[in-house]
């Protein structure tokens, strides 16, 4: 099998050793207690095919590290005898962050890993390709530093942007609203400038894997989240203001397309040279404070909306961003286009929920695609290729600090 040498040597043994068995087998009952919020040996045994003493193994170093902890007894079976001793992941082993850069502003959060928000902050930054790459590595260094009162490592960071980006390979090929017109090797790049894996990923895409991440346990498959942002930043020259994007997800994972381009929005009722993404005008204007606009574009985009909610049959819609304040006038225009586009007479059985993340919603979801990459199913690195060394340099960071947390206990 062709794999891509590292272009960190630091990682090399380490990614090596995501080969061996018990390095694999630990992955998957790390991702198994994970997805499952807690469970005993026996049932981890039963779900992974593994036998009693692999798990029992390799269950005592992890909670000799303090990657999981033991927790209250369960319930004796039937039969009786004795009661399963639950476990679950220690939510204050550490933690990762979270990053939406936008043109005007960036919000970060840092998360446990119950997914439970420690630390947010929005605040107004300009980010444009000629400061991108310092203003970003000023962030992930000056972070951690000033997140030390939290007691616990930032095991990874994941950063959200508007733009086409190649998640695996760590590349943001194109982001009109930074500035940045060619291909940006983001990995190695501000990867390479701090001692933890970071990944990037399209905005709304990040929200779809925060959405697979957060709500684990419910094994979403198909749905689509839908980014709506209202920007206030009048430098921008020939975008508007208002930006919507798409994550689509089918059997659980986040569709990119075959050029890293799929959830890129532009409404089908533009004319030819509109420049924005919807036919109305006017939205070069702060349109919370046009009601009426607001109006017309919900309408519009519901319309599109509608027609992949029947046609893809999805199960969920999440809409995030700053549309959520404005959820009592999109949900009745929402669930309107989306039975006048249906022509059966069955209702259409899709749900429609809001984050409640305002303007946390990427950040947060940044935060979510790092939880799935650190307890990415050890198949999945196998294959990966490029974006395996990334996927194992994230394993080998939740490890490596529990090595580190045992000698010192």
């Known amino acids: 099998m062709l794999v891509q040498k590292p272009t960190n040597p630091t990682w090399k043994v380490n990614v090596a050793a995501v080969r061996k068995p018990r390095i694999v087998n630990t992955s998957r009952i790390l991702r198994q207690i994970w997805i499952s919020r807690r469970s005993s040996r026996v049932q981890l045994a039963r779900d992974l095919g593994l036998n009693k003493s692999t798990i029992t193994n ?65 605040e107004d930054e300009s ?14 260094r000056r972070l951690p530093e000033e997140l030390g009162w939290i007691g616990v490592p930032v095991l990874g960071a994941g950063v959200g942007i508007s733009g086409i980006v190649d998640s695996g390979r760590g590349t943001i090929r194109s982001s009109i609203p930074l500035r940045i017109p060619g291909p940006y090797d983001f990995s ?141 006038l999109v949900m009745p225009i929402l669930i309107k286009a989306i039975d006048d586009n249906w022509v059966y007479d069955t209702p259409v059985e899709c749900e429609i929920r809001f984050s409640s993340l305002g303007d946390k919603s990427v950040a947060y979801g940044a935060a979510g695609l790092v939880l799935e990459r650190l307890f990415m199913e050890p198949e999945t690195i196998e294959v990966s290729g490029a974006a395996g060394w990334e996927e194992s340099k994230t394993l080998d960071s939740l490890l490596r600090h529990g090595k580190k947390a045992s000698v010192e206990a």
């Open 58 to 122: 390799i269950v005592s170093d992890l909670l000799d590290a303090g990657i999981v902890q033991e927790i209250a007894e369960g319930s004796a079976g039937p039969m009786g005898g004795r009661k399963p001793v639950h476990m679950e992941l220690n939510r204050h082993f550490g933690y990762v962050l979270g990053l939406e850069i936008r043109p005007e502003s960036y919000t970060a959060v840092a998360v446990d890993l119950a997914g439970d928000i420690l630390f947010s902050r929005t």
């Open 188 to 328: 190695g790049i501000v990867g390479g400038a701090v001692d933890f894996p970071v990944f990037v990923e399209n905005d709304a895409n990040a929200c779809a894997w925060g959405e697979l991440a957060f709500h684990r346990s419910k094994k979403l498959r198909n749905f689509l989240f839908t980014l709506v942002e209202f920007h206030n930043d009048p430098s921008k020259e020939f975008y508007e203001n208002t930006s919507v994007g798409f994550g689509m997800v089918f059997n659980g994972n986040v569709y990119s397309g075959n050029r890293h381009s799929a959830g890129e929005f532009h409404s089908v009722f533009c004319r030819p040279g509109d420049l924005g993404q919807f036919r109305i005008s006017n939205l070069e204007e702060h349109i919370d404070e046009k009601p009426e606009i607001l109006k017309e574009l919900i309408e519009e985009l519901s319309k599109h909306l509608a027609l992949f909610i029947n046609t893809l049959n999805l199960g969920q819609v999440f809409l995030g961003g700053d549309i959520e304040r404005h959820q009592d």
């Open 127 to 140: 980010h444009s390709g000629e400061n991108f790459t310092d203003s970003v590595i000023g962030l992930l």
